[in-house]
DNA sequence: TCATTGATTTCA
DNA sequence: GAAATCAATGAT
């Protein structure tokens, strides 16, 4: 096994998002218990960016994004889905990275859905949890970048910032 | 394509 | 306190 570092966190959200297609979130205890792909992610800038919540500023529930990298930010939209976010970058910036799809599931909603994730998670700490944390399989992926979903009311420029990525491949 | 859904945020 | 908002899904 091989927990990854908070280091990796630290960097940018662009960056870790690149990354982490490929890898493997870990459920141990607390959710239901397996490894799961990660198949395709969006990066959220924070303050510079319009699309994330955290920059409208800082409110109790975006918060969790303002702590260093590696922390989970979970919530939930439209009254059905949680959503699951890895924190990146420092203390103070509050850049996170959306993980919008794993292997076997489709959708954002259905990642926590099928994972057992609860509300419980956010702000989980994944370089020190006992019952969740990501491991690089150093599985290297093809991926596709494209814009993000469902951020149309940020506008420009954000609207088309190459800021999701896929596995190329499809996974099943 | 459209209605549903409920935590969070914002306004009075 | 009450109303509007929303990084989606599933049924139609």
Same mark, same amino acid.
């Given at each position: @096994? /091989? *927990?990854?570092? %908070? ?5 940018d959200a662009? /960056? +870790?998002a690149?990354l982490?297609?490929?890898?493997d979130i870990? @459920? ?10 990660i198949t ?7 303050d510079?960016?319009k699309a994330?919540?955290?920059s409208?500023? %800082?409110? =109790?529930r ?5 702590l260093?990298g590696?922390?989970l930010y979970?919530?939930f939209? $439209?009254? @059905?889905h949680?959503m699951? #976010? &890895?924190v990146t970058g420092?203390?103070? /910036?509050?850049?996170?990275?959306l &993980?919008r799809g794993?292997? /076997?599931y489709c959708?954002?909603?259905? +990642?926590? =859905?099928?994972m057992? &994730?609860? %509300?419980s998670f956010?702000?989980?700490d994944?370089?020190?949890?006992? *019952?969740?944390w990501?491991?690089d399989?150093? $599985?290297k ?5 494209g814009? *993000?979903?469902? &951020? #149309? ?9 190459p800021? *999701?990525?896929?596995i190329?491949? =499809?996974?099943?």
């Amino acid at each position: @096994m /091989s *927990r990854i570092i %908070r280091e990796f966190f630290l960097s940018d959200a662009v /960056s +870790v998002a690149r990354l982490l297609p490929g890898m493997d979130i870990v @459920m141990a205890d607390g959710g239901i218990p397996g490894h799961y792909m990660i198949t395709e992610t969006e990066a959220y800038l924070g303050d510079n960016d319009k699309a994330c919540h955290a920059s409208k500023g %800082r409110t =109790k529930r975006t918060e969790v994004m303002y702590l260093e990298g590696g922390h989970l930010y979970i919530y939930f939209v $439209y009254g @059905m889905h949680w959503m699951m #976010n &890895i924190v990146t970058g420092p203390m103070g /910036s509050p850049q996170a990275v959306l &993980i919008r799809g794993v292997a /076997s599931y489709c959708g954002p909603g259905r +990642v926590t =859905k099928g994972m057992g &994730i609860d %509300r419980s998670f956010n702000g989980e700490d994944l370089t020190t949890s006992p *019952r969740v944390w990501v491991e690089d399989k150093g $599985y290297k992926p093809g991926l596709t970048t494209g814009p *993000r979903i469902g &951020i #149309n009311y940020a506008g420009e420029p954000w609207v088309s910032k190459p800021w *999701r990525f896929k596995i190329t491949e =499809k996974q099943l």
